[in-house]
């Protein structure tokens, strides 16, 4: 089974230098969870994008793209406060599942949104000595098993299968925005919506709203 490498991540820096990903802080496991490695939102990477006009009483401004998300909703910003970057275009490799998504930025941080408003936050540690699928697991027809990143943490725990279900398709790298709140990430996900992810390594996500 084929699909977009979400190992560790390859870039050269303008000197022509490897770029090596970022320590990540201690690990810890989801409460309730057998999946470990799960990571706080953060990082950087991706290309500086527009801001819009600064809320209220914060020093850096949201982007555009975020912009009406934010008009819309005011429960989000109420859960994330302040902006502390301005936001980078980035490119994030997603995977559609029956019922949600999982998302891989450059920082390996695994983001997975299910349709009933969980998330979960999680370190990617799979590499290229661990297995990428597992042959004994047969999907219902017209399913993928994850493989890779995504699988080795969907396999790892029951709560990600019975959440999430089966992969619909394969991986695929897309275009998005993602900007760091005082209380989490604003992000664009695999379907063009507006994602706000508290801080926190699991919980409920807000948003899921047209940008």
Excluded: H, K
Aim: charge should be negative; hydrophobic fraction near 40%.
């Amino acid at each position: 089974m084929s699909g977009v490498f979400i190992g560790q991540p390859t870039s050269v820096s303008e000197e022509g230098l490897p770029v090596l990903p970022p320590t990540l802080p201690p690990l810890s496991g989801v409460p309730g969870s057998s999946v470990t490695g799960v990571i706080p939102g953060g990082g950087s990477g991706g290309a500086a994008v527009p801001i819009a006009t600064p809320s209220a009483g914060c020093a850096v401004s949201v982007a555009v793209a975020f912009g009406e998300a934010l008009s819309s909703d005011p429960t989000i910003q109420a859960v994330l406060g302040c902006p502390r970057d301005a936001g980078t275009s980035l490119t994030l490799v997603g995977q559609r599942f029956q019922q949600g998504q999982m998302l891989w930025r450059d920082t390996r941080q695994i983001v997975a949104l299910a349709q009933n408003r969980q998330y979960w936050r999680v370190a990617d540690t799979w590499n290229e000595g661990l297995p990428a699928e597992d042959p004994a697991l047969t999907p219902p027809e017209g399913l993928l098993q994850p493989v890779r990143g995504f699988g080795f943490v969907w396999r790892a725990d029951p709560t990600f299968q019975a959440v999430l279900g089966w992969a619909t398709a394969p991986e695929l790298p897309f275009s998005s925005t993602w900007q760091e709140f005082e209380g989490g990430s604003l992000l664009l996900g695999l379907d063009g919506l507006v994602y706000a992810v508290p801080v926190a390594s699991s919980g409920q996500y807000l948003g899921g709203v047209a940008p």
